[in-house]
């Protein structure tokens, strides 16, 4: 059942200004692949290398994203942009206006930590996002990894698991410099790295933070700011959603395509590659 993760949907309130910001501030460039949304929407596509987002913007806007969201809440969800060159990323990000997260610019987390550069910051909507330099120097652009909160790691892994993704890295981040990329503070979090293998990017990464402990909410409405979506590609996606039926998940299903939330209400829509 090999799968990939072929997209991330994001709801915004105004696409040309969406499309503004991730052009100017981070390269993403207009691509002309069909669009996921369902009508009546205006949706625009844009990809940075071989990885891809779609912004819908609804006839019936939904809410804005709580007030006070952090990285602990269980409806957050970004996606790690890989830079080069962080200074030069996030110059670049500062001409173009955004909302920070992480605190006093770009941090270096030690190697148990993983090694990496990164800054969190919001789009114009309020979606977080991070700018990522790698230690081993990779310098492909492009979307590394997607990351979502969730309140029981175990049970998160057995639930994709049934997507083929397998824990490639775990580990539990602490430390000053853990707490200024979230903005928080005496910060402990698990961080597990799932991948397909053979997948190409992006991969799928877990949060589970055992301090300080995230709200959580009923899942959000489809038009919320906040109902960012994997489409996740699944060869054999009928019989997978059918599955996921059974076992209690409420999916709703098209000719080509399904909706389903994980356990902790994170929204996926399953397609064929």
Not at 2 to 22: C, E, G, L, P, Y
Not at 225 to 248: C, H, M, N, Q, Y
Request: glycine share 8%; net charge negative.
């Amino acid at each position: 059942m090999t799968s990939h993760i072929a997209r991330i949907v994001m709801n915004v309130a105004d696409i040309a200004r969406s499309q503004k910001f991730f052009s100017e501030a981070l390269g993403f460039r207009k691509s002309r692949v069909p669009s996921f949304a369902p009508a009546p929407t205006r949706s625009a596509v844009m990809a940075l290398g071989d990885q891809a987002i779609e912004f819908v913007e609804h006839d019936e806007p939904g809410a804005p994203y709580p007030p006070g969201s952090t990285a602990s809440d269980l409806w957050f969800q970004h996606f790690a942009i890989r830079t080069a060159d962080m200074a030069h990323a996030y110059e670049r990000l500062k001409q173009c206006g955004f909302g920070p997260i992480s605190q006093k610019g770009p941090q270096a987390l030690p190697p148990e930590a993983g090694g990496v550069v990164a800054f969190k910051f919001r789009d114009p909507d309020g979606h977080p996002l991070e700018l990522l330099q790698l230690p081993h120097g990779v310098h492909t652009a492009g979307i590394d990894h997607t990351a979502i909160s969730v309140a029981d790691a175990d049970r998160s892994i057995a639930f994709y698991r049934l997507f083929d993704f397998e824990v490639t890295t775990r580990r539990t981040n602490t430390g000053e410099a853990q707490d200024r990329l979230d903005g928080l503070e005496n910060v402990s979090v698990d961080v597990i790295a799932l991948s397909v293998p053979g997948a190409p990017p992006p991969h799928l990464e877990l949060l589970c933070y055992h301090h300080p402990r995230g709200r959580h909410t009923s899942a959000p409405g489809r038009h919320d700011i906040a109902d960012t979506k994997l489409v996740i590609a699944v060869r054999t996606w009928p019989k997978l959603s059918a599955a996921f039926e059974a076992a209690g998940y409420a999916v709703l299903r098209d000719s080509h395509s399904a909706f389903l939330r994980d356990p902790d209400g994170h929204g996926i829509i399953l397609t064929a590659p």
